[in-house]
C-alpha cells in the first residue's frame, strides 16, 4: 500500500500523548487483566466459557454507562455491542472478538506466564491483548475528558474464528454508517498494521462412490477415495504463488477397511485469493476440475463451509493508515501498512465500503500455537496510537 506522513493535528497529538501518559502507570494493570482473561478459556465452540469472557467485558463496559446490545448466538455464546455517544461527529467502531482456538482446559495447561518482553498464554495475541487495548484506549481518552465523537462503539464478536456465522449479521449492522472501523487483531511481529487482507474460505469436498470386495469383484465398486485423490491433484494444480491464488486440502477422510472398495469420501478445502474478481475465477476452475476427475459411477458436493470476501486496498483505509502513522509519528515511532493472508471480521467491514483499518492491538505472534505471545513493550504505544488515532478520525469529521 501507498504510504504518506501527514500532519496531525495539535489536538489529536496532544490527545495521543496523554494517554501514553495515563496508560503508562496502568500497564501492571492490563497485564493483570491480561492474565485474567487468558485463564478464562473462550474456544469458540465451548458457549459456557465465551460467555465468562464475555460478562467480564460488559461488566468493564457497564462503568462507562455503555449503551449495551446482545446478539443471541444461538450455538454459540451472545455477541454484543457498547456504544458511547459524545458531543462530535464521527462515527467509529472497534472491532474485537472473543473467542480463541483453543478448547477447555488450554489455560490450565498453558497459563499465563511471562518471559522476558513477553507475556505468553492462550489467546494473548488473538485477541485478548487487542480486546483490552480497546478498553484501555477508551478509558484512557474518557479518562481525559475527550467526547469529541458521536458515536464510539465496541462490537464484540463470538465466533470469529470460524467465519462469524451467528455474528456477521450482527457485527454488519452494528458498524453500518461508521465512519471508521478499527479492528483490534494483534499488530505484525514487525509491528505492522494491515491494510488489506486475502479473501476466501473452507470447502468440504464430499465423495460417493459403490463399495464392493476388494478382493472378489473389485470390479463392481466404484472408488468415491480415487476420485477424491483425483480432485486433490486438480485443486492442488491451481495454486499460483504469484498470482496470488491458493487452494490447499487441509483433511482427507475415506473408506472404512483395506479390504472395502470405498463408497464415501470427503475433503476440506481452504481456498484464498486477493480480489473478488479472482475468486470468482479461481472457483470457476476449481468447478471445472472437479467435474473433470470425477470417475463414472462416482458424485461428489462441493459445499462453501465458510467464507469472508477479500478486502481490497480502497481510500478509506488509505486514509485512517495515514493518520495511523501520523499519531504513531507523534508519539515517536513508525507503522507501516500491510498486506496479509490471513482473513479477519474487517474483511465484513471493508467489503461494504467503509473505513477498515486493521492490526491495530499489540504487537504479538506465533497465535494458535503453543508459544503464543504479545510484547510487553508495545503495549502501551499500542493502546496510545488507537486512541490518538479515535481522535484523530474525530478532529477530522
Same mark, same amino acid.
Given at each position: 500500500m501507498s504510504e504518506a506522513n501527514p500532519s496531525l493535528p495539535t489536538e489529536s497529538a496532544a490527545r495521543a500523548e496523554a494517554a501514553r501518559h495515563e496508560l503508562t502507570p496502568r500497564l501492571p494493570a492490563f497485564l493483570a487483566d491480561l492474565e485474567t482473561l487468558v485463564h478464562l478459556d473462550s474456544g469458540t465452540y465451548d458457549r459456557d466459557d465465551v460467555e465468562r469472557v464475555s460478562a467480564w467485558v460488559k461488566a468493564r463496559c457497564a462503568g462507562w454507562g455503555a449503551e449495551m446490545d446482545e446478539h443471541p448466538g444461538g450455538d454459540f455464546a451472545n455477541s454484543f455491542a457498547a456504544t458511547l455517544h459524545g458531543q462530535g461527529r464521527a462515527r467509529i467502531a472497534l472491532l474485537a472478538h472473543l473467542d480463541t482456538v483453543f478448547p477447555h482446559g488450554t489455560a490450565a495447561a498453558r497459563p499465563f506466564r511471562i518471559e522476558g518482553d513477553?507475556?505468553?498464554?492462550?489467546?494473548?495475541?488473538?485477541?485478548?491483548?487487542?480486546?483490552?487495548?480497546?478498553?484501555?484506549?477508551?478509558?484512557?481518552?474518557?479518562?481525559?475528558?475527550?467526547?469529541?465523537?458521536?458515536?464510539?462503539?465496541?462490537?464484540?464478536?463470538?465466533?470469529?474464528?470460524?467465519?462469524?456465522?451467528?455474528?456477521?449479521?450482527?457485527? %454488519? $449492522?452494528? @458498524? =453500518?454508517? !461508521?465512519? +471508521? #472501523?478499527?479492528?483490534?487483531?494483534?499488530?505484525?511481529?514487525?509491528?505492522?498494521?494491515? &491494510?488489506?487482507?486475502?479473501?476466501?474460505?473452507?470447502?468440504?469436498?464430499?465423495?460417493?462412490?459403490?463399495?464392493?470386495?476388494?478382493?472378489?469383484?473389485?470390479?463392481?465398486?466404484?472408488?468415491?477415495?480415487?476420485?477424491?485423490?483425483?480432485?486433490?491433484?486438480?485443486?492442488?494444480?491451481?495454486?499460483?504463488?504469484?498470482?496470488?491464488?491458493?487452494?490447499?486440502?487441509?483433511?482427507?477422510?475415506?473408506?472404512?477397511?483395506?479390504?472395502?472398495?470405498?463408497?464415501?469420501?470427503?475433503?476440506?478445502?481452504?481456498?484464498?485469493?486477493?480480489?473478488?474478481?479472482?475468486?470468482?475465477?479461481?472457483?470457476?476452475?476449481?468447478?471445472?476440475?472437479?467435474?473433470?476427475?470425477?470417475?463414472?459411477?462416482?458424485?461428489?458436493?462441493?459445499?462453501?463451509?465458510?467464507?469472508?470476501?477479500?478486502?481490497?486496498?480502497?481510500?478509506?483505509? %488509505? $486514509?485512517? @493508515? =495515514?493518520? !495511523?502513522? +501520523? #499519531?504513531?509519528?507523534?508519539?515517536?515511532?513508525?507503522?507501516?501498512?500491510?498486506?496479509? &493472508?490471513?482473513?479477519?471480521?474487517?474483511?465484513?467491514?471493508?467489503a461494504l465500503g467503509l473505513p477498515t483499518l486493521d492490526g491495530l492491538g499489540p504487537v504479538g505472534g506465533l497465535d494458535h500455537g503453543p508459544l503464543e505471545y504479545v510484547a510487553i513493550s508495545s503495549i502501551v504505544p499500542r493502546t496510545a496510537l488507537l486512541a490518538g488515532l479515535i481522535a484523530g478520525i474525530a478532529e477530522e469529521s
Open positions: 513477553h507475556a505468553l498464554g492462550p489467546g494473548t495475541c488473538d485477541m485478548k491483548a487487542g480486546l483490552l487495548a480497546a478498553i484501555y484506549a477508551v478509558e484512557a481518552l474518557r479518562s481525559g475528558g475527550f467526547d469529541g465523537f458521536g458515536r464510539l462503539r465496541l462490537i464484540c464478536t463470538t465466533d470469529e474464528e470460524v467465519g462469524a456465522p451467528s455474528s456477521r449479521g450482527f457485527l %454488519e $449492522r452494528q @458498524a =453500518a454508517g !461508521a465512519d +471508521a #472501523v478499527l479492528v483490534l487483531e494483534a499488530g505484525r511481529e514487525n509491528g505492522d498494521i494491515v &491494510g488489506q487482507r486475502r479473501g476466501g474460505g473452507f470447502f468440504r469436498l464430499e465423495v460417493t462412490g459403490r463399495s464392493a470386495h476388494a478382493g472378489v469383484e473389485p470390479e463392481k465398486g466404484r472408488s468415491a477415495a480415487l476420485t477424491l485423490s483425483r480432485q486433490v491433484v486438480a485443486l492442488h494444480a491451481l495454486t499460483d504463488l504469484a498470482a496470488g491464488y491458493t487452494i490447499n486440502v487441509g483433511t482427507l477422510r475415506a473408506g472404512s477397511r483395506p479390504n472395502v472398495v470405498p463408497d464415501h469420501a470427503v475433503a476440506e478445502v481452504d481456498v484464498r485469493t486477493n480480489t473478488t474478481d479472482d475468486m470468482a475465477a479461481l472457483l470457476a476452475r476449481a468447478e471445472a476440475a472437479l467435474a473433470r476427475e470425477a470417475l463414472e459411477g462416482t458424485g461428489y458436493t462441493w459445499t462453501p463451509t465458510q467464507f469472508r470476501p477479500p478486502w481490497e486496498p480502497n481510500a478509506g483505509t %488509505e $486514509r485512517l @493508515a =495515514a493518520l !495511523a502513522r +501520523a #499519531v504513531a509519528g507523534a508519539l515517536g515511532f513508525d507503522v507501516r501498512t500491510a498486506a496479509t &493472508g490471513g482473513t479477519s471480521d474487517g474483511n465484513f467491514t471493508a
